[in-house]
């Protein structure tokens, strides 16, 4: 037997012995993926696999992140090995999810970024959020719209409010993540956001917020009062087309949420 093979005789029982005495919070990123490595590859010694793959995508995240092909091209990863591995963001995200017993209230801007902060994680493309509230702002489903096109001017509003409409929400609130750059809004974000309050109007239906967010920052729309600019725009379209009478009674019970 060779001294490196010799080095890692016993080494997955030590390595388990180790977070059933410590937890395992005491183990290195590259021990977790190779403790992880253990339950699909077995009776095989995973330290030097975990080590190709953190080396070769630079994190465990990073790893978790990768596709089942890029994956695969990592000598001793088959597919059994790539699926469980790009199956555990998804694993982790129904964990968070279920974890939230206690509806959070989202009735100011403070409470929603920390909502956001606390339970999603900003992905590497755009994806839109939309929480739908309970009349006194209590969280009722969160959902996400993943397609490349959710936050652009030809977001599918049919299919958003096929999806909103059975929760019977009469409020949401709108985030939208920025992973590659600040959080200040495009003229793109300004038009689509118009075009979801508009719809959103006609339904009678309250957008409280748009929060644009990325890893560290975020912008309010509400507090900078771009919200109110572009929901004044959108009665003043309703006031043209509908008359004064159709456009007083459009709710607009906005005292409840706190722009902070």
């Known amino acids: 037997m060779s001294e490196k093979q010799n080095l890692h005789v ?11 005495n410590y937890g395992i ?17 077995p ?6 696999l975990a080590h190709n793959l953190i080396n070769t995508f630079s994190n465990l995240s990073a790893v978790l992140d990768a596709s089942r092909e890029d994956l695969k091209l990592i000598k001793g990863v088959g597919d059994e090995t790539a699926l469980f591995l ?7 995200d129904c964990y968070s999810r279920s974890k939230i017993s206690e509806k959070p209230v989202l009735n100011s801007t403070y409470k929603c970024v920390e909502f956001f902060r606390k339970n999603e994680s900003v992905k590497k493309s755009e994806v839109l959020y939309i929480a739908c509230v309970d ?3 209590k969280l009722l489903r969160l959902l996400e719209f993943c397609d490349n096109d959710a936050i652009s001017v030809n977001v599918d509003m049919r299919g958003v409010m096929q999806k909103v409409l059975p929760t019977g929400t009469r409020s949401i609130v709108l985030f939208h993540t920025h992973p590659q750059g600040n959080c200040n809004p495009s003229a793109e974000d300004v038009s689509t956001t118009k075009k979801i309050l508009f719809v959103c109007m006609l339904l009678g239906i309250d957008v409280n917020e748009h929060l644009i967010l990325n890893e560290s920052d975020y912008f309010s729309f509400g507090a900078n009062g771009l919200l109110e600019q572009i929901r004044n725009e959108v009665n003043q ?21 706190i722009y902070k």
């Not at 009776?43 to 030097?48: F, G, H, I, R």
């Not at 790009?86 to 982790?92: H, K």
């Not at 379209?237 to 005292?255: C, M, N, P, V, Y």
Request: charged share 30%.
């Open 237 to 257: 379209t309703f006031k043209t087309l509908l008359g004064k009478e159709q456009e007083s009674a459009i709710r607009q019970d906005k005292e409840q949420f």
């Open 135 to 137: 009349p006194k702002n």
């Open 43 to 48: 009776q095989k010694d995973t330290n030097e």
């Open 86 to 92: 790009t199956s555990l963001p998804y694993i982790f």
């Open 10 to 20: 016993g080494h997955r029982q030590r390595l388990k012995s180790k977070v059933s």
């Open 25 to 41: 919070k005491a183990l290195n990123e590259h021990e977790i993926l190779e403790l992880l490595l253990t339950y699909t590859i």
